[in-house]
């Protein structure tokens, strides 16, 4: 990995993103645009193309539900009319329009619209309904009822092996709906939804990226937006069930598990917090409810204050789609202010006869009387994000082909940021292209069996290809047949620690289990979330790169090597940041207590974390794993920062710990901030730190850091862990000056321990 570029891609990004990016715009600059007739060609990039169509010649400036950002540097090209053909050739691509034709109307031998690319030194030529056979997929709505491998159900996504993808915003999504235009509110507040100017038109882009997977997407964030940085918390352990609990029930589970010193940031409550909406009864299921059930929680504020006491986060489950009963809790207050704002609205088509308040998100003054009345008293009691639950239709009633998913997160997202109180952050369903700024993914019911573990490596990561990268799973399975099955519930978790989310979570039965303290394993299962916990620092700083540069936390391997057959083979492994190959264990041992794990390891050098040894690349292995073990792998030269032992990320440790991986040279930016501040564009800090050897010695060297946040520490102490070394060192400096060090011959490890330190330092340590 070429560590001086990725250092740069950084710190580009960052200050990219604090000076020309803090608004997007979706009017080109208009050097970029060239119109012939009917059609309108803009060039973002030397690789992206807009291509428009209108016989009315009503074109589009505003922000679409995909690409919100059109105001790019204008890169260069040339624009040429002879023979009755216009010409736009760019560094990259070749286009050509045969002008005043139709571009939908191709004869493939001779078609009226076409985009030449090299791909590899072959040339490879898109035109208007060429299909691609070689898209690497993206994602999907949910995995609701998933057994097993469902790659069909995914759409397609931004990359192809073929080296050209298209984004159609005229084609229906797989739920029926269109990527619709945001009108701009001219008060400063959300961007609303409205219809194209021109239904009938053409508006797509053409991406020909070839196998620069990493620019496409980099690229595709620059006009569709950034993923943004979910709270710190979200990368620690959730406690889920689906579970009629009471008040009393929860507090007892976070006792049971502070108790037995298992980590934990956020406690799931499902719907059962609250009554049934239309009968306002206690004692009976109905989906959609808003009013607090006092049976099973008395005292709401007082029980949500405790669990931020406990240093927990907190998410009520919603399922929106059947309106607001008259039973409910505030529902005189909605009614009252809805009836002055449907001014030109019927009484009829503000109700229905049992006056339950119609569904309505998509009118803005429904919206605003909504979340005033029947959501802000639940957030001023504490409440800190919302769980977006099952949508009962797909579109919506009021609004020709709005994807009610994708309309619903938009609104609750931005809601949150306009509050401006904490990071924005939603628990939801994935509404189609364009929902990566919105995090994160509810992946729905899957099956609880091996199969199902199986498929989800290459889901996650395959979400990557359309900039969704923080799918959260239910880990251990939704729905499950028989006994609870220990072996996959601790694999499940062990797998869980390489994914975007750690969170447990199950169905409404009373057989299944998710208390990991109720299973003979449960130390092995602690051990992963201590795994996941000590892991944060680099996670949250892979984060914060997927946020610069449009690059998921886990990612497929052919992100790296689009070149080998391998990367797209071995589809049970993924990149998990930049630094470690996880290849998660995914089948049962059938009682043995051992896996084997067939892995492609990549040209280099891989240190296996949990063996200590160092492994040579370019090759397939085929390892063997207990249970206790997670296959997971450093690049040559990683360098890979951890805590020590927490149970909660509410805590800053005072100790980083740093592991470097033995290698010529390596490199990592280290990046912090206040958790949960939405300024975090420019509040926060990077800290690079570095190791190069050469000639039996070997130099670590952390630099000062930069940056400043609110709270940031002042100081902290270093433990340096150098591995795979054979045999103690002869001499350890620091900043010049010899220091003591530890050996750990059974873990071949050189261990440099430094105290508390000003963090404007700058640290040198040598090892010879």
């Known amino acids: 990995m070429n560590y001086k570029r990725n250092l740069l891609f950084i710190v580009v990004g960052f200050l990219y993103t604090c000076m020309a990016w ?30 428009e169509y209108s016989s009315k010649q009503l074109f589009e400036d505003r922000a679409s539900f995909v690409v919100v950002n059109r105001d790019l540097p204008v890169p260069h090209f040339t624009r040429q009319e002879r023979d009755g053909y216009l010409y736009i050739t760019t560094d990259k691509l070749r286009l050509r329009y045969r002008v005043g034709s139709n571009p939908l109307s191709n004869d493939p031998a001779n078609p009226n619209l076409q985009i030449a690319l090299d791909v590899n030194g072959i040339e490879e030529v898109w035109y208007p309904g ?30 192809s092996r073929s080296g050209w993808t298209v984004i159609d915003e005229r084609e229906p999504r797989k739920d029926g709906s269109l990527s619709l235009m945001f009108e701009k509110d001219p008060e400063g507040g959300m961007d609303w939804v409205a219809q194209r100017r021109d239904p009938d038109g053409l508006d797509l882009y053409f991406l020909g990226y070839g196998h620069d997977y990493k620019k496409a997407l980099g690229d595709f964030t620059r006009v569709a937006g950034k993923m943004p940085l979910p709270p710190l918390d979200v990368f620690g352990y959730w406690y889920s069930k689906y579970q009629r609990y009471t008040e009393q029930d929860m507090r007892d589970i976070v006792h049971e598990i502070r108790s037995r010193n298992i980590p934990m940031d956020i406690l799931v409550i499902d719907m059962d ?96 009387a909504f979340f005033q009345h029947i959501l802000r008293p639940h957030e001023e009691i504490g409440v800190d994000f919302w769980w977006l639950d099952w949508q009962q239709w797909k579109i919506a009633r009021n609004e020709p082909n709005l994807g009610n998913t994708f309309w619903l997160n938009h609104v609750f997202f931005n809601d949150k940021k306009q509050q401006g109180k904490s990071r924005p952050f939603i628990f939801h369903r994935w ?38 990268g923080y799918w959260s799973h239910d880990i251990g399975g939704h729905m499950q047949n028989g006994d609870n099955d220990a072996e996959l519930y601790l694999r499940w978790i062990q797998y869980g620690v ?61 992100y790296d090597y689009p070149e080998a057959d391998e990367a797209y083979r071995y589809e049970g492994q993924y ?26 390891l990549p040209k280099g050098t891989w240190y296996e974390v949990m063996t200590g040894e160092l492994l040579d690349g370019n090759r397939v292995v085929t390892r063997s794993f207990t249970r ?14 951890l805590y020590p032992r927490i149970m909660h990320l509410k805590e800053r440790p005072e100790t980083l710990i740093l592991q470097f991986a033995p290698g010529k040279s390596g490199e990592f930016n280290f990046y912090e901030d206040a958790g949960n501040s939405v300024d975090y564009d420019t509040a926060c800090t990077f800290t690079r730190i570095t190791q190069r050897s050469e000639k039996g010695k070997t130099v670590c060297t952390i630099y000062p850091r930069t940056g400043a946040f609110d709270g940031m520490p002042q100081a902290r102490a ?10 103690a060192p002869s001499k350890v400096t620091l900043n010049g000056t010899a220091t003591d060090y530890e050996y750990d011959a059974a873990g071949k490890k050189v261990i440099v321990s430094i105290p508390r330190t000003a963090c404007d330092r700058k640290l040198v340590v040598t090892v010879q």
């Open 22 to 51: 803090s608004q997007y715009n979706p009017v080109a600059n208009e050097k970029a645009v060239v119109r012939s007739g009917n059609m309108r060609f803009t060039v973002l990039t030397p690789e992206m193309i807009r291509i």
């Open 130 to 159: 060429k299909s691609d056979p070689y898209n690497l997929k993206g994602t999907t709505r949910t995995l609701d009822q998933a057994n097993g491998d469902v790659r069909d159900w995914l759409e397609n996504g931004l990359l």
């Open 273 to 368: 917090w609250h009554r049934n909406g239309k009968t306002g009864e206690t004692n009976n299921t109905k989906w959609t409810g808003w009013s607090w059930n006092r049976e099973l929680f008395p005292d709401p504020e007082g029980f949500i204050a405790w669990l931020h006491a406990q240093h927990l986060s907190t998410t009520l489950n919603l399922h929106p789609a059947d309106g607001v009963y008259p039973k409910e809790d505030h529902y005189d207050e909605l009614y009252a202010d809805l009836s002055k704002r449907y001014s030109d609205i019927t009484a009829d088509s503000l109700s229905t006869a049992d006056g339950t308040i119609r569904w309505n998100i998509e009118n803005r003054d429904f919206y605003e």
């Open 431 to 468: 509404g189609g292209l364009g929902n990566h700024r919105y995090p994160i993914g509810f992946s729905g019911d899957t099956y609880a069996n091996f199969a199902s573990l199986a498929f989800q490596p290459y889901f996650t990561a395959t979400a990557s290809n359309v900039g969704y």
């Open 498 to 558: 390489f994914s975007p989310v750690l969170r447990t979570h199950a169905t409404s039965s009373s057989h299944i289990e998710r208390r990991i303290w109720k299973y003979e394993n449960f130390e092995q299962m602690r051990d992963a979330i201590y795994l996941r916990y000590a892991l944060v620092p680099y996670i949250y700083t892979m984060a914060r790169w997927a946020y610069d540069t449009g690059i998921s936390i886990c990612r497929p391997m052919y």
């Open 575 to 600: 990149m998990f940041g930049n630094d470690i190959l996880a290849a998660p264990i995914t089948t049962s041992d059938k009682g043995t207590n051992v896996s084997e794990k067939t892995i492609w």
């Open 628 to 641: 206790e073990q997670i296959p997971y792998y450093y690049r040559e030269g990683a360098i890979v920062p």
């Open 718 to 727: 270093y433990r340096l862990e150098l591995l795979a070394r054979e045999k």
